[in-house]
């Protein structure tokens, strides 16, 4: 199952929604590898710490996809690319997404969630995690953010969760997912929401004058 998402942004948590266009995007994980791609995304996710560090144990049934790139989709530049290093200019504006679920006709609801496990830095992480934004899928909820400037090594996770997602509650703050506790996070957010992780994908950046 295909689906394409709509980029809702607002400054802060708030229920005031600006749509953004919807684009169509290629993935880079393709429908006739899936089993052997949930099992290679799930070896990478694990050596990186993801798995352990922010997620549970899981075993991918969805894939995502993120483009920071004008040719969004179109080619695999500016793909996000299980561990891929960026710029901090390279991510400044919002990214297009792809989340593809190769075994599912159908969904209670899907999520994509974009946290930070390394702020400040991953040697010092005392805003970990910090929520960037959700987008719901279909549904259109969504909380933005960016990072202060001149922070640390970054790994940005990128994680689909599904679930019910009619009556999703905000994190009270951004910084900890409103837990108030380091390294606390989008797991502890998505279980308190009844959702469950289902994908995930994630980037390297670190800002070259800190």
């Not at 993801?50 to 969004?72: G, H, Q």
Request: with cysteine; net charge negative.
């Amino acid at each position: 199952m295909w689906f394409s998402i709509a980029l809702i942004l607002t400054a802060a948590a708030s229920n005031a929604f600006a749509s953004l266009p919807t684009q169509d995007q290629t993935p880079l994980i393709q429908e006739n590898n899936g089993n052997g791609n949930a099992d290679a995304v799930r070896k990478a996710l694990t050596k990186a710490s993801i798995i352990t560090e922010v997620l549970d144990d899981f075993k991918p049934k969805c894939f995502i996809t993120a483009f920071y790139s004008k040719d969004s989709g179109k080619t695999h530049k500016g793909a996000v690319d299980l561990g891929n290093t960026f710029k901090p200019k390279e991510t400044k504006q919002r990214p297009g997404l792809s989340v593809y679920c190769p075994d599912s006709n159908s969904t209670s609801g899907l999520a994509v969630a974009l946290t930070d496990p390394d702020a400040k830095s991953r040697d010092d992480p005392k805003w970990s995690e910090f929520c960037h934004w959700i987008y719901i899928i279909a549904t259109n909820f969504h909380l933005s953010s960016q990072a202060p400037p001149k922070t640390g090594y970054h790994r940005y996770v990128f994680v689909v969760l599904e679930g019910d997602t009619t009556n999703l509650t905000a994190p009270e703050e951004r910084r900890h997912w409103g837990t108030g506790k380091v390294r606390h996070g989008v797991r502890d957010w998505a279980g308190q929401e009844g959702l469950r992780v289902v994908g995930a994908n994630w980037f390297v950046e670190e800002d070259e004058e800190q």
